[in-house]
């Protein structure tokens, strides 16, 4: 705030009409932020947050093996609203942990109801924050939610940003390794988007590598990405890791994905994340085409 002023008053006086945009901005951007923190609360208690499944393919052979639950919020007078939004501001103000424990507890009871039901045991990756791996009561919330629906610790896939590693990494690293010991399955998020070092993936306790959408997206480096994409793969397969791209849009790209030898992929060329019960029927339509229940992957997919 204060080097948006200081730039306002040097400007001052030779461009007036930039420095009344700037700061229109500016104030709207703080207004539209204090808006979100003012209604965030009454928003969970009222069930305005909604749980979106995108489904998760085994390359090799098309099968569904899973999905990510993606939040969104159903404001009453705003409409959907994009986490890409409001995520980085829950992150600043806190709000994150219990956001994200609601997301943890809805989708384990997902997963219960399918059970019951008797649908294929697929997985379902979550996302955690860096503010809640920080969080004491992380490992007990995680434990004591699977208890009571039930479920193995491996339905549940951590999805951990690559960032998340960069401050602490050692408290980090820490506490991941015991959520590994019993039985989560570890996935890094954003992989290749720009903080993690060679070095740093070695003491990581992983699974799961989730390739950046950047790798695949990227059009006008296309030699070199597959350079890099193949470089990723063989590195993936001497740490027993496996990998997941997501932001794949194109037939290409999955061509190109499969000639790396990447496992998993994820993106809007196979489709968009989309509510539960719509979820549902893909999964069951899967199960008729395929006569069996889709093995649960997430059993050390590695
Ligand atoms: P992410 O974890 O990297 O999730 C992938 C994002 O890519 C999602 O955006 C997804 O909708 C989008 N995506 C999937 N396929 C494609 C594709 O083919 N092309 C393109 N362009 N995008 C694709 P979304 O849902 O807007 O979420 C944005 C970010 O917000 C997520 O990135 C994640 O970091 C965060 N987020 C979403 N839900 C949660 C949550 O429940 N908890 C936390 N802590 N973060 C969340
Ligand atoms: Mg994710
Ligand atoms: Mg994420
Ligand atoms: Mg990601």
Request: aromatic share 10%.
């Amino acid at each position: 705030c204060d080097r948006a002023l200081l730039a306002v008053r040097r400007i001052k006086g030779q461009y007036n009409i930039y420095v009344a945009a700037y700061d229109d901005t500016l104030r709207n951007k703080l207004l539209r932020e204090q808006a979100i923190t003012d209604s965030m609360e009454a928003a969970l208690e009222e069930k305005q947050f909604v749980i979106y499944l995108q489904p998760k393919f085994q390359i090799k052979d098309d099968q569904l093996v899973g999905a990510e639950a993606l939040v969104r919020w159903n404001h009453p007078k705003w409409g959907f609203q994009s986490p890409a939004e409001f995520i980085p501001l829950f992150e600043r103000n806190g709000f994150i942990t219990k956001l994200d424990q609601y997301v943890w507890d809805q989708t384990c009871a997902t997963l219960r109801r399918w059970d019951e039901a008797g649908y294929p045991q697929i997985s379902v990756s979550v996302n955690v924050s860096r503010a809640d791996i920080y969080n004491s009561d992380l490992i007990e919330f995680l434990t004591r939610t699977l208890t009571k629906y039930e479920l193995q610790p491996s339905r549940l896939h951590l999805e951990i940003t690559e960032s998340a590693y960069t401050e602490n990494p050692g408290q980090i690293i820490a506490t991941v390794q015991q959520l590994r010991t019993l039985g989560f399955v570890i996935e890094m998020d954003d992989f290749g988007s720009g903080y993690s070092s060679l070095n740093m993936l070695n003491q990581l306790p992983l699974d799961i590598l989730k390739l950046d959408m950047k790798f695949i997206q990227n059009e006008t480096a296309k030699p070199t990405n597959q350079g890099i994409l193949r470089f990723i793969m063989s590195l993936a397969r001497w740490m027993n890791l496996s990998v997941i791209a997501e932001g794949v849009e194109t037939r290409e790209q999955l061509e190109r994905l499969r000639e790396t030898g990447c496992d998993y992929v994820q993106g809007y060329y196979f489709a968009r994340p989309m509510p539960c019960d719509e979820f549902e029927k893909l999964l069951l339509q899967h199960q008729k085409q395929t006569g069996k229940t889709v093995q649960d992957d997430s059993a050390r997919i590695a």
